[in-house]
T-cell receptor, first 113, second 113 residues
Framework: DTEVTQTPKHLVMGMTNKKSLKCEQH?????MYWYKQKAKKPPELMFV???????INESVPSRFSPECPNSSLLNLHLHALQPEDSALYLC????????????FGQGTRLTVV | EDQVTQSPEALRLQEGESSSLNCSYT??????LFWYRQDPGKGPEFLFT???AGEEKEKERLKATLTKKESFLHITAPKPEDSATYLC??????????????FGKGTKLTVNP
């Protein structure tokens, strides 16, 4: 199993909604990442969890709240988002610290209305 | 400031017409250069990791090379299914001493039959 599974694939939410994005991997990877990707732009790192602890927070607004319940799961809780937060949200994982052979999920296409 | 620059932004090839994509970088202390392939609306797919100048990696029609200042992704006799955006990323140190992956903007490759 070399997959990173993200759900949902698509999400439309209002600016007052609370929603969560989920990411799961069963490769035994100990580092997991959230990226944001706008159209025709490269992915931008948001958060890094290493051994289930938040190790990098790229100054992301507090309306994005990551959570790592265990070594296989990574969530991104969304609250009071803005239309400019609409993007493809990508989860990735890697064996260790350093992005060696990082595997990416298919992403969640988020639209904020 | 760490920078990763990819060229060209877009490239159109005829099937069988070999070419190269370029990724130039300016980072303090290269700790790895990564190539990914990304199809529209999907997460990046890992291709190669290169660590030191002179290193080469191959996979099917793709060959990645690395010098002290840049990396090339050579595509030999491409097929239409090679059409995608190719992303280059560099592992770099942040000011705080942690590591991050810095992505280039990508090269969109279109291979016409």
């Amino acid at each position: 199993d070399t997959e990173v599974t993200q759900t949902p694939k698509h999400l439309v939410m209002g600016m007052t909604n609370k929603k969560s994005l989920k990411c799961e991997q069963h490769m035994g990877h100990r580092a997991m990442y959230w990226y944001k990707q706008k159209a025709k732009k490269p992915p931008e790192l948001m958060f890094v969890y290493s051994y289930e602890k938040l190790s990098i927070n790229e100054s992301v607004p507090s309306r994005f709240s990551p959570e790592c319940p265990n070594s296989s799961l990574l969530n991104l809780h969304l609250h009071a988002l803005q239309p400019e937060d609409s993007a493809l949200y990508l989860c990735a994982s890697s064996q260790g610290w350093g992005w060696e052979k990082a595997f990416f999920g298919q992403g969640t296409r988020l639209t904020v209305v | 400031e760490d920078q990763v620059t990819q060229s060209p932004e877009a490239l159109r090839l005829q099937e069988g017409e070999s070419s190269s994509l370029n990724c130039s970088y300016t980072v303090s202390g290269l700790r790895g250069l990564f190539w990914y392939r990304q199809d529209p609306g999907k997460g990046p797919e890992f291709l190669f990791t290169l660590y030191s100048a002179g290193e080469e990696k191959e996979k099917e029609r793709l060959k990645a090379t690395l010098t002290k200042k840049e990396s090339f992704l050579h595509i030999t006799a491409p097929k239409p299914e090679d059409s995608a955006t190719y992303l280059c990323a560099v592992r770099a140190l942040t000011q705080g001493g942690s590591e991050k992956l810095v992505f280039g903007k990508g090269t969109k490759l279109t291979v016409n039959p």
